[in-house]
């Protein structure tokens, strides 16, 4: 007999609701609620504890819905098209605030800091990273960074902002100043994706040249490659405990690596292109957005436990 995590991966619940393909999905804090963002322009909260059932559909934009995120209280989740950059109430799903020309590009990634009183956007082109005041969703600073941008996350008590570029760089910028603090170079091609261990000691990078790379976050050291992927690394999710990365790459390969042992644990094809990807905080679910206009979830809880 198969493990269950092994028959999980061959018959995920498959989500329907979007009419184009779906960008983005991101778990609510508590792991009650998925949002979802697709390239129809339309915003679909589903109901974890009722097997995924639809609970609302927003028509935010007739732009494509680039980016999704939960703040860290879970009152509020935010969502970025093309310049356009909305808050919304999580309770009700009611528009709080929002910014039109927010960027003159998609906006690529959105993180909320550790308090909930700050937003960090990335996007392409100009303007490429900027700092928000959370409650009133006004510009607090840009950083100096005017190449592609795809992600941009807080570290060290909000201190400090992380970048990923088209310049196969990965940059540390110091909040208050907005200088560059600290540089990760090491990629061969283009960082999409990056992600910080919640104990601020592991950064992790994926990026084009089919690489992942785990950096000591402190002293910058390069401590493990993990190659297995056969084409670019275009996005990672980490478990909340920190022991578990998964990994999705143009291949069409959905990785598993055990991050204690540095090494692959499992691996599996999704069979179509996978543009976004979150996993809950409680470890039972992986959620992936697919370019056929479906959510593939997968349960995982048995697996990992």
Do not use: C
Request: charged share 20%; hydrophobic share 40%.
């Amino acid at each position: 007999m198969l493990p269950a995590f092994l028959i999980a991966q061959t018959a995920p619940m498959i989500l329907n609701g979007h009419t184009e393909s779906v960008n983005v999905v991101a778990f609510s804090p508590d792991g009650k609620q998925l949002v979802s963002g697709g390239k129809d322009g339309s915003i679909i909260i589903w109901n974890v504890e009722e097997s995924f059932k639809q609970i609302h559909k927003i028509q935010f934009s007739d732009a494509s819905v680039t980016s999704l995120a939960y703040n860290n209280s879970g009152n509020q989740f935010a969502a970025g098209t093309y310049r356009k950059f909305t808050t919304y109430a999580a309770a009700t799903f009611k528009k709080t605030k929002s910014v039109k020309k927010a960027h003159s590009s998609f906006v690529e990634s959105i993180d909320f800091s550790d308090d909930d009183k700050w937003v960090v956007t990335s996007s392409w082109k100009d303007k490429a990273l900027i700092l928000w005041n959370a409650s009133g969703l006004k510009k607090s600073k840009e950083l100096a960074e005017t190449i592609w941008t795809d992600d941009a996350i807080f570290a060290l008590n909000d201190n400090l902002v992380i970048s990923a570029n088209h310049a196969n760089l990965v940059k540390v910028w110091d909040v208050k100043t907005g200088n560059i603090i600290r540089t990760f170079a090491g990629h061969d091609d283009w960082v999409y994706s990056i992600k910080l261990t919640s104990d601020n000691k592991t950064l992790i990078s994926g990026s084009f040249d089919h690489t992942i790379k785990i950096w000591d976050f402190s002293s910058g050291k390069l401590l493990n490659t993990l190659k297995g992927h056969s084409d670019g690394v275009s996005l990672l999710a980490l478990s909340t405990d920190n022991r578990y990365l998964y990994s999705y790459s143009v291949d069409m390969q959905i990785k598993i690596w055990d991050m204690q042992k540095g090494e692959e644990a499992t691996s599996f094809s999704t069979g179509t292109k996978v543009l976004g990807m979150s996993v809950s905080a409680d470890g039972k679910y992986l959620a992936v957005a697919l370019e056929d206009n479906t959510i593939a979830v997968y349960s995982i809880d048995s697996f990992l436990h």
